[in-house]
Structure formats: C-alpha cells, structure tokens
C-alpha cells in the first residue's frame, strides 16, 4: 500500500511542483534547511523520485533562481494583462514631473517593482539570485532569467538607445535593485522574539564607544519603505543617462 502511494506520488510530480515545493520549504526555514531527502519527504516521496526533475542539489539550488524569476515574469505579464500601460501609468501619487517621465523608465520602475515584490515575497532566495546566475555561461541561464534580461533589452532598444549606451543602462539599472534589495533585506535578526529593534538585531553585542552610529542608526532600516527609496534611487540614477533619441517611438503623453 505504501508503495502504491509512493507510484502515485511520483507519476503527480512535475518540475514546477518540485521547485514550488522548495520555494516553501526555504521561505519557512531558510537554505539550510532544504535537502533532497527533506525536500522528498515534504512532497511525501522517496529522494530517488526527485533526480528525474533536478540532479542535485546545486541543481535545486539554479532551480529556486529559475523559479524566482518565473514569478517576476509572471507579475510582468499579470500587470500588463490588466494594463498595458502599467501600474506607474496609473499610481494616484504620481508627481507632475513622474508624468512626464516617458515610456521606457516607467516600464523599469513597472520591472524594479516586481522583482522588488518577489524579493519581499522570498527574502531567503535572493543572495542566490544576486550569485547562481553569474556562475554559468549566459546560454545555460534558466530560461526565465534570460526572458526577463531580453525584455529589458528590448524595452532600451524600443526607446532607441545605441547598443554601448543600452549595456550601459542595462548594468545599472540590475546593480542597482540589486544592490538595495540585498542591503535591506539582509539584515539578519539575532533574536526574532526580541521586541526591541537593537536588541532584536544583536546591536547591545557592538561596544558603544566603538559603534556608535550603527547602534543608532541600524534600528530605524526597518522603518524605511524601501521600494520607494530604490525607485527614488533608480530614477535619480537614470536621470544621469543620456537622453534616446527615439522617445516619440511610446508617444509624448505619458500621463
């Protein structure tokens, strides 16, 4: 009996629902905790079961990466579906001068946001995301890390920047949002059930004589709305790009 089930098991098993599966494991208990016999056991399967859809655990280790990305690119395609335009086309608070910001760099922040969400969604996964990718050749990414670089690459190509110019761009844009997520999402907590923010972060363990601003300061990050300061941050970054010459291509209205 136990081994029919098992059978069953395996024969409803899919790579999406491996990497799902993973996704949540390390969501709940961080990277260290995520084996291909935990992983097996939480999909109530043998390990044996799991090497037909990843042959590893670095393997899994590119699959999270992949299924980040997936999700980036899934929120992408959700929010155009429901408007073409954007989420930034239509934020009540937009300021006179965001209105007049033309296509291509509403489309960034519309990228920098939901990746941003993914990153708040699964902090755990995204040191991974910042490494994996760099560790294979371009050609051997997972298909969603390269869909998503396309897009980018496309959308500069659309605003009519030369292809020097578009890498340029393309550099700082990633380095940035990457950048902020990893700097404010990993501020690793020292006692979770510590209600006071220094004592909660481990900061009484800095000597204060020696520390003194960081014991200040490092309490109030997580006072600080970071996507807005990273979207404050990309565009003042973008406004140090040269202008494309091919701006009229998305029509002069960006109301």
Aim: glycine letters at 6%.
């Amino acid at each position: 009996m136990v081994e029919r089930d098992g059978t069953e098991k395996r024969g409803r098993l899919s790579r999406p629902m491996v990497l799902d599966a993973a996704v949540a494991l390390v969501d709940r208990e961080g990277l260290t905790a995520l084996t291909m016999r935990r992983l097996a056991t939480e999909l109530g399967v043998e390990s044996m079961a799991l090497y037909r859809y990843t042959p590893g655990k670095e393997a899994l280790l590119d699959g999270l990466t992949e299924a980040y990305f997936t999700e980036v690119n899934d929120r992408l395609r959700t929010s155009a579906a429901n408007d073409p335009r954007g989420p930034e086309r239509r934020r009540p608070e937009r300021r006179s001068s965001d209105r007049r910001r033309p296509e291509w760099r509403l489309e960034l922040r519309r990228i920098a946001r939901a990746f941003a969400a993914v990153a708040h969604a699964h902090p755990e996964i995204l040191p991974l995301v910042a490494t994996r990718p760099l560790s294979v050749p371009v050609a051997r990414r997972p298909a969603p890390v390269l869909e998503l670089t396309e897009h980018i690459l496309a959308v500069l190509g659309r605003a009519g920047f030369d292809d020097a110019t578009a890498l340029t761009v393309y550099r700082t844009f990633v380095a940035w949002n990457l950048g902020c997520l990893l700097v404010d999402k990993r501020q690793v907590v020292d006692n979770p059930e510590e209600p006071d923010p220094a004592l909660r972060m481990g900061l009484h363990r800095l000597p204060a004589a020696e520390y003194p601003r960081l014991r200040a300061l490092v309490p109030r990050f997580p006072d600080f709305d970071d996507e807005e300061e990273m979207i404050r941050g990309l565009d003042s970054l973008l406004d140090g790009m040269p202008s494309p010459p091919l701006d009229a291509f998305y029509g002069d209205d960006a109301s």
